[in-house]
């Protein structure tokens, strides 16, 4: 069974720069894997922010952005906002009938 | 701008039938160029990918509940549904639909309000 990893929590100040990650079981994370993020604050669904690796929707702050890093796909902060805590999942295909999730990172502005 | 409102029973009795339908608004479910899938998330826990579908009515599952899944669509409704069978407690989440676009790998741009599903008798 593949399994996405993701940082459990980080904390972050405000201002500064977070990058969280995304690594899967299977290797190293290329392109091909199309990964994807998104944000769920309490009570909301979640929002997408990235897709195809580093492609931004029309409402995604600057400040967010995707790339990959090490073997795995990141999601960077720059410039972190207090609206920016959250809670933020990676997503990663496999092929046609397995997409899969990471587990999720809580991140904290403190 | 493309709405999404998933609705069904808050409540399924154990080894019974989940049934929950997403009305799609402000774009045509027919389209070609976009994929319809359907994610959970049990409490306090995170996101689960079920499965998604194409206008056409081709289907993709998840693996670990392809045995008891079914996801169907209805352009005339312009509406798509998911039937899980035989459900446990563990099938307990909030159900959320969303669309994805096929020719940009933007697997779930916009996603519904979800809606709680209760498995309890």
């Known amino acids: 069974q593949t399994v996405v990893t993701q940082e459990p929590s980080l904390t972050v100040s405000p201002g500064g720069t977070v990058t969280l990650t995304c690594a899967s079981s299977?290797?190293?994370?290329?392109?091909?894997?199309?990964p994807n993020w998104f944000q769920q604050k309490p009570g909301q669904a979640p929002r997408a922010l990235i897709y195809n690796t580093n492609k931004k929707h029309s409402w995604t702050p600057a400040r967010f952005s995707g790339s990959l890093l090490g073997g795995k796909a990141a999601l960077t902060l720059s410039g972190v906002q207090p609206e920016d805590e959250a809670d933020y999942y990676c997503?990663?295909?496999?092929?046609?009938?397995?997409?899969?999730f990471g587990g999720g990172t809580k991140l904290t502005v403190l | 701008q493309v709405q999404l409102q998933e609705s069904g029973p808050g409540l399924v009795k154990p080894s019974q039938t989940l049934s929950l339908t997403c009305t799609v608004s402000g774009d045509s479910i027919g389209s070609g160029d976009y994929y319809w899938s359907w994610i959970r998330q049990p409490p306090g826990k995170g996101l689960e990918w079920i499965g998604y579908?194409?206008?056409?009515?081709?289907?993709y599952y998840s693996p670990s509940l392809k045995s008891r899944l079914t996801l169907s669509v209805d352009t005339s409704k312009n509406q798509f549904s998911l039937k899980l069978r035989s459900v446990t407690a563990a099938d307990t989440a909030v159900y959320y639909c969303?669309?994805?676009?096929?020719?940009?790998?933007?697997?779930?741009?916009?996603w519904g309000r979800g809606t709680l599903v209760s498995v309890s008798s």
């Open positions: 969303a669309r994805g676009y096929l020719r940009y790998f933007d697997f779930l741009g916009y």
């Open positions: 579908i194409y206008s056409s009515g081709s289907a």
């Open positions: 997503l990663l295909y496999y092929g046609a009938a397995q997409v899969v």
């Open positions: 299977t290797g190293a994370v290329t392109t091909t894997y199309y």
